[in-house]
């Protein structure tokens, strides 16, 4: 009976490490991509609590080389994990944690400790390393804490876990020793309000050594509003977009949800035209996406942005904004993510800076980022369908409609609409479970105070009248019950 108690607890401890510890109401991750911790905190306070957002995915904040350029990827080059980067240093994450937690915006940390920095340099925090001798002081970590050095063969699982990504200096998780520092920095991180981490490069970890690592941590702290016996929310990047990749990525769903690469994928060939929609009415596991109760769901994230594959991003905005629209409307029950970006023209670009460091995002009277800034999460018809999701929970997907090419239409329950077209126009009346009135489309303006600043969408008789032409600046169309007028 003992042995069939730890089991259970283990299983129970399993499936609460894919709860992402959400306040009622709120959904959404919005990974602000390399904003300072004090900006982070800002925008917890002064936007992101007032608009249905429900958490924070900020930049690795451990210690990291120093690398000519400042590139972002620097911060993926740990040195140690002192909290101190361009970020901030401990105090200001606390402090962002704090605030964040207080307006009930979690906060998930980039956690990097597959490898240490193959850069030689003085580190953010002072601390030196010697990539060469493998050796970090500040941890410490020496040689005999690492994987023999050899490159990454793609076509062999062990050499995936084992040999070095990028050059990077490969951790050996399955001692002890590595064990127990890491999950010392994880419970730091944890003891100062956290609710959990996106996992880097896990895919380059053995599974087994992340479980262990992942259930041996603290359990959430109570002081920040979590509850009693909260465990961090764990997803993982492990990229598998083929069924012939040596390493899939159901090997780690038993401890943590997945970071669905296929999704955005999917989405983003489609939604740019390049296949059709219409056949996406039966949109999740029968793609050979995981069940969305093991995944976390995104159309772009920083990598993809910067590489040369099918999905979209800000710079083709109409079609991404129809894409975010499609997930954050949609009944897959996954939970969903947002890019916050900045501009660059190089995959190398620092994040906009001068001499004093990164530069905090400037908004125009609308409310949309400068000073090269992108600011997706403060789109209106990306914020919008953040309510709009809210708003659907629980429902069911219904009432679906396509015209067999790139149209299609969906009801949530009777508390919302979507619909959007990839191709040629939509004028007609489509079947809806939302009672008869006047409604505020949220993708081309917004519902604020009894008033709509975008179209007003008619629903009579169990039909909404779809009006959607190519030369509108959004080319979806949303409606919801909180929004009828």
Not at 138 to 157: I, K, L, R
């Amino acid at each position: 009976m003992k042995v069939l108690g730890l089991v259970a607890l283990f299983i129970s401890s399993a499936v609460a490490q894919k709860d992402p510890q959400f306040i009622d109401g709120r959904n959404t991750i919005v990974h602000l991509f390399e904003w300072k911790w004090s900006d982070v905190a800002n925008e917890c306070e002064n936007f992101l609590s007032k608009k249905s957002y429900a958490g924070v995915q900020i930049s690795p904040p451990s210690e990291n080389a120093v690398v000519e350029g400042r590139p972002w990827w620097e911060k993926y080059q740990p040195v140690s994990y002192v909290l101190n980067n361009r970020g901030g240093d401990e105090e200001a994450f606390a402090d962002m944690v704090r605030r964040c937690n207080n307006v009930g915006v979690r906060i998930y940390i980039d956690l990097v400790v597959n490898h240490m920095a193959s850069s030689t340099s003085i580190g953010t925090a002072g601390n030196t390393c010697d990539p060469s001798t493998k050796t970090y002081p500040a941890v410490p970590y020496t040689n005999e804490n690492f994987h023999p050095t050899c490159g990454v063969d793609y076509n062999d699982a062990v050499s995936i876990r084992n040999c070095e990504l990028s050059g990077l200096k490969d951790l050996n998780q399955t001692q002890d020793y590595v064990r127990t520092k890491i999950i010392e920095y994880m419970n730091h991180v944890i003891d100062l309000g956290v609710a959990g981490f996106r996992v880097d490069a896990a895919k380059h970890m053995w599974p087994d050594d992340l479980d262990y690592i992942f259930g041996s941590l603290h359990d959430l702290n109570t002081d920040h509003g979590f509850p009693s016996g909260a465990r961090a929310f764990i997803f993982q990047e492990v990229i598998d977009l083929t069924d012939t990749d040596p390493v899939r990525n159901t090997e780690y769903t038993s401890f943590g949800k997945i970071c669905e690469f296929k999704f955005g994928k999917i989405l983003g060939e489609r939604f740019a035209g390049k296949n059709t929609l219409h056949n996406l009415n039966n949109w999740g596991p029968e793609w050979g996406l995981l069940d969305g109760g093991d995944t976390v769901s995104f159309i772009d994230n920083h990598d993809d942005e910067r590489d040369d594959n099918a999905f979209l991003h800000y710079n083709d905005p109409k079609p991404y904004k129809a894409a975010i629209g499609f997930m954050l409307a949609h009944s897959y029950d996954t939970t969903t993510r947002i890019l916050s970006s900045y501009y660059f023209d190089s995959r190398d670009q620092a994040p906009p800076g001068d001499e004093n460091g990164i530069l905090s995002p400037e908004f125009d009277s609308d409310g949309n980022c400068t000073n090269g800034w992108v600011c997706q999460h403060r789109w209106a018809p990306v914020y919008n369908m953040v309510t709009f999701r809210s708003v659907v929970d629980g429902t069911d997907l219904n009432n679906w409609w396509d015209n067999g090419d790139n149209q299609i239409a969906f009801s949530r329950g009777d508390k919302g609409f979507f619909a959007v077209t990839a191709g040629g126009d939509i004028n007609t009346n489509i079947p809806t479970s939302l009672p008869d009135g006047s409604y505020c489309d949220v993708m081309s303006g917004s519902y604020e105070n009894g008033q709509c600043t975008g179209k007003i969408v008619t629903v009579s008789g169990g039909q909404v009248q779809v009006q959607l032409t190519q030369g509108q600046p959004e080319n979806a169309l949303a409606i919801h019950i909180n929004a009828k007028l």
